[in-house]
Each structure stands twice: as structure tokens, then as C-alpha cells.
């Protein structure tokens, strides 16, 4: 199967700072990616599509320049969390499908933040 | 109406007994649906893709009915490795391949 890479797989940082988490597909290119949100208990939260060569497209609600999206090449998509304060605490999730054709789309393993 | 529905659950179920899943969709020209299972405070991993003819594999079998909008998932002679949350999920149509999940549905094996 697809294989989709996350890192770091868990941070903590101070309230204020920024956080980057990249998402890499490691067998095959992806024109297009997925970032999602998991709180505890909860259900995953689409928070933008991540395009590659253009600009992301977010979800309602979700603050585009809190939440940077790059995603500058085929196998690769970041995303920034600026100024991180708790309430974004949170479980990251990437997912990606390949080029056209197949359907399914798999996860990176995740990334687990934590702003104190 | 949700995009996505599922029952939360808990499902506390015996092994070995047979569990379903149900599933409903709003958007009746979607086209791909997908079952994924998410283990605690882990990543949600496909399960199987659901087709128009249902599909089986091994102990577990998919159904689609499109005319209900919606699928079905069965679990055969349930196994402790099976607790997990069961997630649905639905391609939306003309939306850049976005895949809209529901909430899903914790399933507790008992011993």
C-alpha cells in the first residue's frame, strides 16, 4: 500500500511560537493533499486541501494565515501553525492519494501537538 | 442533515459474534465510499473500499445501496484485535477529491 510519512510525530511548544509538521508521500506523487484535526474523542476535521503549485484551499472556519499550507512539491505539504496558543492542541493528521485513478486516500501516521 | 452519519456507539459485542455497521450519506452523487478503522490515539487506516456489488474480505464484507444512501459494514466471528473506531468514509463529488468522514463507531470485544 501507499505509504505517507509525518514529522515530527509529536511536539511540544511554548504558547506563541510556531510549529511546522510536513507530510511526505514516500512512493508515490500527489498533486493533492489533506490536513485534518482530531481532537480528543472526536471526530476528523477536514482543515484544507493542500494543492500543489497553488494555494490551499481551507475548510469553513479554518483561519488560513493561522494555519500555513505549502505545498511546493509532488511528495511533499506543510503545515505551519503560527502563534500556537493550547487551544490548538491537537492530533494532525496528512493524508494523501495518488495521481489519478485511484480513489483511496491514506494517512500519515500523525502528528501529536501540545502548546503550553 | 450531516454530510457523513454514523451510530457513535460504544458497540460492546463478544468475540467471536458478528458485528454491523451502518452508515448513511447526504450527497446522493457521491461515487467512492470507504471504510477505515482507527486505533486509539493512531492514524486511521483503510479498511476496504466499498463497491456497488459489495465486496468481501475475509471476515469482513462491504455493502453499498445507493437507492438507501447508505453502507454497511459486517465483521464476522469478531476477534479481540477488532476493538477500534470504524470509521466511514465518503468521496464527494466534484470537491478536489476531499473525502468527508463521519464521526464513527467505537467497537469494544468482549472476552
Known amino acids: 500500500g501507499a505509504v505517507v510519512s509525518q514529522h515530527p510525530s509529536r511536539v511540544i511548544c511554548k504558547s506563541g511560537t510556531s510549529v511546522k509538521i510536513e507530510c511526505r508521500s514516500l512512493?508515490?506523487?500527489?498533486?493533492?493533499m489533506f490536513w485534518y484535526r482530531q481532537f480528543p474523542k472526536q471526530s476528523l476535521m477536514l482543515m484544507a486541501t493542500s494543492n500543489e503549485g497553488s494555494k490551499a484551499t481551507y475548510e469553513q472556519g479554518v483561519e488560513k494565515d493561522k494555519f500555513l499550507i505549502n505545498h511546493a512539491s509532488l511528495t511533499l505539504s506543510t503545515l505551519t501553525v503560527t502563534s500556537a496558543h493550547p487551544e490548538d492542541s491537537s492530533f494532525y493528521i496528512c493524508?494523501?492519494?495518488?495521481?489519478?485513478?485511484?480513489?483511496?486516500?491514506?494517512f500519515g501516521p500523525g502528528t501529536r501537538l501540545t502548546v503550553t | 442533515r450531516k454530510e457523513v452519519e454514523q451510530d457513535p456507539g460504544p458497540f460492546n459485542v463478544p468475540e467471536g459474534a458478528t458485528v454491523a455497521f451502518n452508515c448513511t450519506y447526504s450527497?446522493?452523487?457521491?461515487?467512492?465510499f470507504f471504510w477505515y478503522r482507527q486505533d486509539c490515539r493512531k492514524e486511521p487506516k483503510l479498511l476496504m473500499s466499498?463497491?456497488?456489488s459489495g465486496n468481501e474480505d475475509g471476515r469482513f464484507t462491504a455493502q453499498l445501496n445507493r437507492a438507501s444512501q447508505y453502507i454497511s459494514l459486517l465483521i464476522r466471528d469478531s476477534k479481540l484485535s477488532d476493538s477500534a473506531t470504524y470509521l466511514c468514509?465518503?468521496?464527494?463529488?466534484?470537491?478536489?477529491?476531499?473525502?468527508?468522514f463521519g464521526k464513527g463507531t467505537r467497537l469494544h470485544i468482549l472476552p
Open positions: 466499498v463497491y456497488s
Open positions: 468514509a465518503v468521496k464527494h463529488p466534484n470537491r478536489d477529491d476531499k473525502i468527508i
Open positions: 450527497n446522493s452523487a457521491s461515487q467512492s
Open positions: 493524508s494523501a492519494g495518488r495521481l489519478a485513478g485511484v480513489q483511496e486516500q491514506y
Open positions: 512512493d508515490f506523487q500527489a498533486t493533492t
